[in-house]
């Protein structure tokens, strides 16, 4: 149990389909995240939320679009994706999210495994 | 840009025995430096934080030691046990901005 939820974990998606991946934390934090791994890779920060707002974008394309519609839930749009993104999609949070600070312990969901055929 | 390197892509130890797993970073030390455990399939878990100005966080089983000069933490599991078997992270904190390692794969052989 780690507080963080996603839905599905499991999704396989066409190139040309729509699908969305949905993450909802339960542990009262103001700060949202979205990354990718990948394969004999680090984890890759995609997108940052704080208290709503996105403070963070880094250089996703936009085949991905994050919807952070109040502190607790996050989704990340999925459209006309490549092969290459295929990956396991991890959502965060934590307690807050301040240029700065340090010592947040990062709490992540079990993932989404996304196929694109 | 920042780089972490996680020695050993595997490491296979004795049930019993203490795991040490590396990880090296380059250019900024970081303000905390954090290790987390990943199972197959699953997100990663936290599991100790240590301070730039720490030496040493224990906490059960787990050891994690800092060293800025040498830019290295060292990460120990003493008594190690098949349980133990995952891929940790070692992960880079310098004010929000989290630098990850590809991780350590640790089998425990009973």
């Known amino acids: 149990e780690t507080g963080v939820t996603q839905t599905p974990r499991h999704l396989v998606m066409g190139m040309t389909n729509k699908k969305s991946l949905k993450c909802e934390q339960h542990?009262?934090?103001?700060?949202m995240y979205w990354y990718k791994q990948s394969a004999k890779k680090p984890l890759e920060l995609m997108f940052v939320y704080s208290l709503e707002e996105r403070v963070e974008n880094n250089s996703v394309p936009s085949r991905f679009s994050p919807e952070c519609p109040n502190s607790s839930h996050l989704f990340l749009h999925l459209h006309t994706l490549q092969p290459e993104d295929s990956a396991l999609y991890l959502c965060?949070?934590?307690?807050?999210?301040?240029?700065?600070?340090?010592?947040?312990?990062?709490?992540f969901g079990e993932g989404s495994w996304l196929t694109v055929v | 840009s920042q780089k972490i390197e996680q020695n050993s892509e595997a490491l296979n130890i004795q049930e019993g025995k203490t795991a040490t797993l590396t990880c090296n970073y380059t250019n900024y030390s970081p303000a905390y430096l954090q290790w987390y455990r990943q199972d197959p399939g699953r997100g990663p878990v936290f599991l100790l934080l240590?301070?730039?100005?720490?030496k040493e966080k224990r906490k059960e089983r787990l050891k994690v030691t800092f060293d800025t000069t040498l830019k290295q933490s060292l990460f120990h599991i003493t008594a190690s046990q098949p349980a133990d078997s995952a891929t940790y992270l070692c992960a880079l904190d310098r004010g929000n901005q989290f630098y990850f390692g590809t991780g350590t794969s640790l089998t425990v052989i009973p």
């Open positions: 965060a949070s934590s307690r807050t999210y301040q240029q700065g600070y340090s010592g947040n312990t990062i709490y």
């Open positions: 240590i301070r730039e100005n720490e």
């Open positions: 542990l009262g934090h103001n700060a």
